[in-house]
């Protein structure tokens, strides 16, 4: 059977776009692996460190933090600049609206990069971080709603509006706690609330959202299951979603009592919020089959749909 060029150009540009996913929550993760060991100002100039591209000499566990997230944040620009080079030299084969969200991702990568810029020469301002990790966050939910867009046959029926306003309800609601906890760690409010019972304003409202957020995530899961049909055959996204909710408010816990003083609690953290995001995002672009995926169907069974499960 012969593959319409088109079906093979989607299903590369997919392949692409999964791996810029796992690449996009790997930054954000060396990211706050950044943060959590203060090492954001270990190498003093941007964009090169201590004035090379290897600071070899002046090389420890700070240091490489900071050279191999700058490093990671390079090859992701560098992959957003190809897949738009990609989606330009097949453009008579691709819809307009992908390549305009495609010089989108080029130009949030390019925004992200001042930021990273700033972050530096601004002393890790507190709204510069914030700033940071949210466009961070947005480029992982773009980058994870598109793979799963472009997986998606056209001729896939529309899923239904509740779950539509439950996926990207419940979306929102993960962006934003993790802004708030990312305002939190960047003005040291944790710390300071748990060492001198000061300022605990903004780590009291980090917890309550969290049981909100959490609340709408479950809510949201329980109605797909009771609801039947094609969004009870979602489980493995369904139970995934639930697992991480639970796994986060775990960690979260865990970091509060012991006084956010073990890295790798916090950074889990981080990693999990970076995956939900992900997720969720995922699943707002999923569609009812009316025929097989289009992986399945023209090219042969992939793993892509797995790697947001």
Known sequence: MTIAPSIQIRWRLAQLASHLVVALIALVVIGGATRVMEAGLACPDWPLCFGSFFPGRQMNLQVFLEWFHRL??????????????????????????????????????????????????????????????????????????????????????????????????????????????????STWAAQLCLSNADTCQLLDLHRFFAIFAASCILMFVLTSFFAGGWTRDQWPFLLSVALLVAIQVLLGQLSIRFSLSQPLLTVGHQLIAALLVALLA????????????????????????????
């Open 282 to 309: 995922a699943m707002c672009f999923r569609k009812p089959t009316t025929s097989t995926l289009l992986v399945s169907d023209q090219i042969g069974e992939s793993l892509l749909e797995h790697c947001h499960g």
């Open 72 to 185: 990671d944040a390079f090859f992701v620009g560098l992959l957003l600049i190809l897949q738009l080079a990609i989606g330009l030299n097949w453009r008579a084969e691709l819809p307009r609206w992908l390549l305009l969200t495609y010089s989108f991702l080029v130009f949030l990568v390019i925004c992200q990069g001042i930021l990273g810029a700033l972050t530096v020469s601004r002393l890790l301002l507190s709204d510069v971080v914030t700033a940071h990790l949210a466009l961070a966050l947005v480029l992982v939910a773009v980058m994870s709603g598109l793979t799963q867009h472009l997986l998606t046959p056209k001729n896939q029926l529309i899923a239904p509006l509740w779950w539509r306003l439950m996926g990207f309800g419940s979306l929102s609601l993960v962006l934003f706690q993790s802004l708030l906890g990312g305002r939190m760690a």
